[in-house]
């Protein structure tokens, strides 16, 4: 491993080879936490599910401890107008709720991290909000445009202007959080904006493993921090989405740690190769 000029760490095959087995950790905790999420659960039984699950694969949950004051669940939970950060606890999710799951797994000293959302519904009913549909799925395909900006780009800021060119100013784009480099801790150098901006920052280059994470909203992008210190709400109330995936970039172009398939049904469809790792 080696870390560049601008403290970005670069890992070798192995090391990322490291970093998959971690992200198929966080993949099957979020699986298990999608199978169980209905109306009724509390999303405090969906943390332990996850946590069980990133246990018996011998991993720690990256989230629990973390910051300050220190984050007390395994995963975040975060219900309609709550856009990351969401603390699990007593609160049932009910049918219509857009939820979103957050979760990260470190295993080996390598983190993964990646998240969904979900709009809840009963066995027996309307369909969902068409509304909240548009939001759900324009934030999955914004994460992996930005993501497919990786292999077409040639620095950092192609992956915020891929992002906002898809949004097209349909939804709102949070700009106080954002993506970020991750490896043998968590958060790491650079921090991925979802937003064109003027400085370009840094070349794209083989080694680096990102956390792309666009966040968008169905009114303004405005938020604020409630009280416990984590949990980000929209400051109009509206409903939020967020979609996260942890990728490497090798030198045979980008692959998605936490996703099972690399992320080559989503990327193929964008147009983008994806080569599996190697060994």
């Not at 099957?28 to 109306?39: H, K, S």
Request: charged fraction near 20%.
């Amino acid at each position: 491993m080696r870390v560049t000029s601008e403290r970005i760490e670069a890992k070798t095959p192995e090391q990322i080879r490291l970093m998959r087995a971690a992200g198929l950790v966080v993949a099957d905790a979020l699986d298990a936490v999608r199978a169980a999420l209905r109306p009724g659960v509390t999303t405090l039984e969906l943390d332990g599910i996850a946590e069980h699950v990133i246990r018996s694969a011998g991993a720690a949950p990256s989230f629990r401890g973390y910051g300050r004051p220190p984050y007390p669940a395994t995963t975040c939970i975060s219900v309609n107008d709550e856009v990351v950060h969401g603390i699990p606890g007593p609160r049932v999710v009910r049918a219509g709720d857009v939820v979103s799951v957050d979760c990260g797994a470190v295993l080996a000293g390598w983190h993964g991290d990646a998240a969904f959302t979900v709009i809840v519904a009963p066995e027996e009913a309307p369909d969902p909000d068409p509304g909240d549909e548009a939001l759900v799925d324009a934030t999955e395909q914004a994460m992996w445009h930005g993501i497919a900006a990786i292999a077409d780009g040639h620095r950092l800021v192609d992956i915020g202007a891929a992002i906002e060119d898809w949004v097209a100013g349909r939804f709102g784009i949070v700009e106080e959080y954002g993506g970020h480099g991750i490896g043998t801790a968590m958060h790491q150098a650079p921090h991925v904006l979802n937003y064109r901006t003027r400085a370009r920052g840094p070349k794209l280059r083989p080694g680096m493993c990102l956390a792309i994470e666009p966040m968008l909203t169905m009114g303004e992008p405005d938020t604020r921090v409630q009280p416990d210190q984590w949990t980000v709400v929209t400051l109009d109330g509206s409903r939020a989405a967020h979609w996260e995936h942890t990728v490497a970039l090798t030198d045979r172009g980008p692959w998605v740690l936490t996703a099972r398939d690399g992320g080559e049904a989503a990327l193929r469809a964008l147009g983008v190769t994806v080569v599996p790792l190697a060994g």
